[in-house]
């Protein structure tokens, strides 16, 4: 197959067909242009790579990786957050190996965290571990089991490395990367991305921001995950701009840390998942708002996760004291089994929102609302495919195209589809090899496991397939339960509820898990007689607040401690891994509100 080369911005000439000719490309033209910095305590900026000098470290770091390392094999990346993270990546590809980006477990998490590296080693096979020399000492002894003969730690290199350096033989057809999935609803897999993949998204990305090379980037997003690589790391590479990085750890502690740096810096784009902009309202005060300059920004990107029209009226709200415009919403869709950008709007257009029938859509019809109120829905457009890129929704069952105003499956072909799991021929075949009945010669498209429908072009996300709730014969979309339940009493904490089905006696019924703030009756002291009273009315405002709003009785309601409900390490749910702790009793729970004894009206 012919390789699809996109010209980068600012370039002439013959178009790079790999990320490491658009390195190269980049120091040549830009050598001392600085591309990233990073802020120590999301505060301080204390280091700055320029393209010239990310091109030579990572000659530096190829051409060490090259003296024991074949084209083709895997390098498992353990780097803190920052530069050197960035460079170890570009090392990898300029040695052509694929970089396999992973978590790395730290001392206050390692019984948490060194189970998932372990599956992502077994799967990947590494030959080399690149990482610093605190990492390693503090981590080898610790993970024996790790199926890695040679560690190599990128701050101590040789002087002069690079000069060794040879340009591997690889083709834009070559895997850069191994994105492992979060896995929210099932074991991670290994998402083979080729430089051509990445290149297409990289573009896509681009021309949907509307970046220049006077784009001003910040990030906080968890580089070993794809938003957070992709446009955190690769955007500014690939758009010729710069980029101010920050470690998660230091937003999450602070949100306010993510808005003084777009405010410093004069940030035009940056952005998260949902989450990110409630943490934003629930935790900096008016009198701290109204000290940022929030003007310049104007993509503030939300996806990752289901985008809430409420989040992003309540954002625009809280922050308009700052300047910031509504009309700088973007929210968008992706998975990385496509990179990462599926669809997105323009920039500067704001968001669309389509109010529907709630009980419509359970049977999977979208018929709009002519009124707000308990019978209706608010969805969030995710804006238009980019060029190239094809979205269609698909009756799973007949393999058939819905028609106009159903909800189907999402499927995606295109240049930014990967090329399928790592070692996972069955799941591969699955996903990444739909055809739709009546038209094989179409070409294989990619199953996406997220419900949704289209309208003008405008793509809409509503569910995950495996996570519907089916009661008694109707389609319960979870988030719509969990949001419920957030707005039900104060002290649920936002964000941190799992609607799931149990099967009791022969039949499903509905569980709901939720955290409680930290502040809540019984989260820190021991449990007394008033606290119980004050769980027990939470739980009483749970159940009726689930049924008014979806006529649907919760069978049990389970309050959880601060921190304990199932998420990956990205922060996404794990509706399976909460409904499985409830099975086996290993939720840290607080108090399990009765069981439903009648039946009431499902």
Request: glycine share 10%; net charge neutral.
């Amino acid at each position: 197959m012919e390789t699809t080369r996109v010209r980068p911005p600012h370039f002439t000439g013959e178009f790079p067909a790999t990320l490491i000719e658009l390195g190269r490309l980049r120091a040549a033209s830009q050598p001392d242009r600085v591309v990233h910095t990073f802020l120590r305590d999301g505060e301080r900026e204390d280091a700055s790579l320029t393209f010239g000098q990310l091109d030579q470290r990572a000659r530096a770091i190829a051409a060490v990786l090259q003296q024991g390392s074949a084209v083709g094999e895997r390098a498992l990346l353990l780097q803190p957050p920052g530069l050197d993270f960035i460079a170890a990546f570009m090392g990898c590809l300029y040695a052509g190996l694929i970089a396999v980006p992973a978590y790395t477990p730290g001392r206050g998490n390692l019984k948490r965290t060194l189970p998932r590296l372990l599956s992502i080693a077994a799967s990947a096979r590494p030959s080399v571990v690149l990482t610093s020399r605190e990492i390693e000492q503090f981590l080898r002894p610790r993970a024996p089991e790790l199926p890695v003969s040679r560690w190599c730690a990128t701050d101590a290199l040789p002087a002069g490395a690079e000069s060794a350096w040879v340009p591997p033989a690889v083709s834009g057809e070559s895997l850069a990367f191994l994105q492992y999935t979060s896995g929210s609803t099932s074991a991670p897999k290994g998402v083979r991305v080729s430089h051509r993949n990445l290149l297409h998204n990289l573009e896509a990305i681009h021309a949907g921001f509307g970046h220049t090379e006077d784009s001003v980037a910040v990030t906080w997003l968890p580089a070993f995950h794809d938003m957070g690589l992709i446009d955190g790391i690769l955007q500014p590479l690939y758009g010729g701009f710069v980029s101010h990085g920050m470690a998660p750890l230091a937003f999450l502690q602070h949100p306010l840390r993510w808005l003084q740096a777009l405010s410093r810096y004069r940030a035009t784009h940056s952005g998260g998942p949902n989450f990110a902009y409630d943490l934003c309202v629930s935790r900096i005060p008016p009198e701290q708002r109204a000290t940022l300059d929030l003007s310049s920004w104007r993509v503030a990107y939300n996806g990752a996760e289901p985008v809430r029209r409420d989040t992003l009226e309540r954002f625009a709200d809280a922050f308009a004291v700052a300047g910031f415009r509504r009309g700088a919403l973007y929210p968008c869709y992706g998975l990385a089994e496509a990179t990462l950008k599926v669809s997105g709007g323009q920039s500067a257009t704001g968001p669309v929102y389509a109010r529907v029938q709630a009980a419509a859509l359970e049977r999977h019809e979208v018929i709009d609302a002519t009124e707000a109120g308990d019978g209706s829905r608010w969805l969030v457009g995710c804006g238009t495919p980019p060029a190239g890129l094809t979205v269609v929704a698909v009756d799973p069952e007949t393999r058939r195209p819905c028609g106009p105003e159903r909800v189907g499956e999402l499927w995606v072909r295109g240049p930014s589809v990967a090329q399928g799991y790592w070692n996972e021929p069955e799941e591969t075949s699955h996903a990444f090899q739909a055809r739709l009945d009546g038209e094989p010669e179409a070409g294989p498209l990619l199953r996406t496991g997220d419900l949704g429908f289209l309208r003008d072009r405008t793509v809409f996300v509503t569910g995950r397939l495996k996570d519907l709730i089916i009661l008694h014969g109707r389609n319960h979309y979870p988030q719509d339960i969990e949001e419920t339940v957030e707005r039900s009493h104060p002290s649920v904490r936002q964000g941190a509820c799992a609607a799931f089905p149990v099967d009791v006696d022969g039949e499903e019924r509905l569980f709901v898990a939720a955290e409680l703030d930290r502040h809540a009756p019984g989260v820190r002291a021991s449990t007394t007689p008033d606290a119980e009273e004050r769980l027990d009315d939470i739980v009483r405002a749970v159940r009726k607040a689930v049924a008014d709003a979806h006529e649907v009785q919760v069978h049990q309601v389970l309050l959880l401690r601060p921190g304990t409900l199932p998420k990956t390490s990205s922060g996404k749910l794990q509706r399976r891994a909460c409904r499985q702790g409830f099975l086996s009793g290993s939720l840290s729970t607080l108090q399990a509100g009765p069981e439903r004894q009648s039946p009431g009206h499902d």
